[in-house]
C-alpha cells in the first residue's frame, strides 16, 4: 500500500517565502502543499478545509500571529495539526512562546530545503523531538533555580524515566532499546506522560519538564 503524502499548510505573510518553500516542499518525495495562509487569522479555516497533517507557521505575522494561531488551533479542533515553527531567529522568545502554545518545533528560514522537509517529516511522524538541544537551550532561561525542582506531576519511576529519555531527544524505538521495552509499551508510556502533563505533543511535555525542574537543561543520566 502505498503511504500518502503529508499534507503540510504554510502560514507566512511574505507571498515570496510561501511561493519558494510551496515550490520546494512540493518536490521533495512524499509531501504534498495543500494551501498558504498569509496571515494567522486564515489558519483556522483553511486547515478545516483542507486538513493538513503540519502546518508551517510563521510567528510574525501582523493581523493574528503564530503563537496565537497555534493556540487557536488547539482550542477549536479535537485533532489540530501538528505546528512546525518556521522562524529567522532561533534564540527568540516567539519561538519559546509557540512551543509552548503547542508547536511541535521549529526550523530556520534559512536552512536547506532538505533539512525543512526533514523536520516536517519527524513532527507529522510525532515520534522524536526535534533539534532537543535547540529545545534545551530556549528552555535554559525559563528554567527554577537550583532546590525548586517539585516536578511536572506524580509520574510512575517508568513514565519518568521516559520523559527524560524524550527530553534528550531519543525516539520511541531508542527509548525501548535503552530501557529494554517493547515498543508498543514505550509508546504507551509516551502517552500516559503527555496526557498527565496536559501536552499535546513530546516538545511541550519536555518544555513542562524543564520549566518545572524535573529535568535540568544540560543533564545528562
Known sequence: MTTPPIRVLIADDDPLVRTGLRTLLAAQPGIAPVAEAADGSQVLPLVEEHRPDVVLMDVRMPDLDGIAATRLL?????????????????????????????????????????QIALAVRVVAQGDALLFPEAVRALAAPHAPPP???????????????????????????????????????VKTHVGSVLT??????????????????????????
Do not use: C, M, W
Open 196 to 221: 498527565k502533563l496536559g501536552a499535546r505533543n513530546r516538545t511541550e511535555a519536555v518544555i513542562v519538564a524543564y520549566e518545572s525542574g524535573f529535568v535540568r537543561p544540560g543533564e545528562r543520566r
Open 74 to 114: 488547539r482550542e477549536r479542533l479535537a485533532d489540530p495539526p501538528q505546528v512546525l515553527v518556521i522562524t529567522t531567529f532561533e534564540n527568540d522568545d516567539y519561538v519559546y512562546d509557540a512551543l509552548r502554545s503547542g508547536a511541535a518545533g521549529f526550523v530556520l528560514k534559512r536552512a536547506a530545503i532538505d
Open 147 to 185: 532546590g525548586n525542582a517539585h516536578g511536572p506531576v506524580a509520574l510512575t519511576r517508568r513514565e519518568a524515566e521516559v520523559l527524560r529519555l524524550v527530553a534528550e531527544g531519543l525516539s520511541n524505538q531508542a527509548i525501548a532499546t535503552r530501557l529494554f521495552l517493547g515498543l508498543e509499551t
